[in-house]
């Protein structure tokens, strides 16, 4: 079992895990942006990150649970998925081709997700430099 540096280290880890998958996605839509046909894809991570939020942190989630009246009802749905979902970004105009890609709403995500991905990398450098301070810190005093 490894040292545990902090509860959100590994949900940042997580994060940044999805943010690459993501990059990789909008990368793949730039490449295609001639392909006849194409659609652009995606990736929604967020509800999943907030379930590994709650089960880190504790549920502090406004939800109404389903109240069991009587034992032989069926249990409710979970609609939050343990993964993150991939699903076709439409909505733009396709070409006379098919293609729906559109090049700067592409830039635009993938700008956006590079910013969060330096974000998290800047989050994770701070929590291991704290946790190493400590160490180096109880290694002074012995």
């Known amino acids: 079992m490894g040292i545990k540096v902090s509860r959100a280290h590994d949900l940042m880890q997580n994060a940044m895990d999805y943010r690459a998958a993501r990059q990789d996605m909008i990368s793949g839509n730039i490449a295609n942006a001639d392909t006849p046909f194409y659609r652009p894809r995606d990736i929604s991570f967020e509800d999943t990150l907030a379930q590994k939020s709650a089960q880190i942190f504790g549920d502090k989630s406004q939800t109404l649970k389903m109240a069991h009246t009587n034992g032989a009802h069926l249990d409710g749905i979970d609609a939050a998925s343990s993964a993150p979902t991939m699903f ?26 590079s910013t969060m991905f330096n974000a998290l990398t800047a989050a994770l ?18």
């Not at 450098?125 to 012995?142: C, E, G, N, P, R």
């Open 125 to 142: 450098k701070k929590d291991s430099a704290l946790f190493k301070s400590v160490i180096d810190a109880s290694s002074k005093t012995s």
């Open 88 to 113: 076709f970004r439409d909505g733009h105009m396709a070409r006379n081709d098919g293609n729906s890609v559109d090049l700067d709403v592409e830039s635009t995500e993938m700008a956006k997700n």
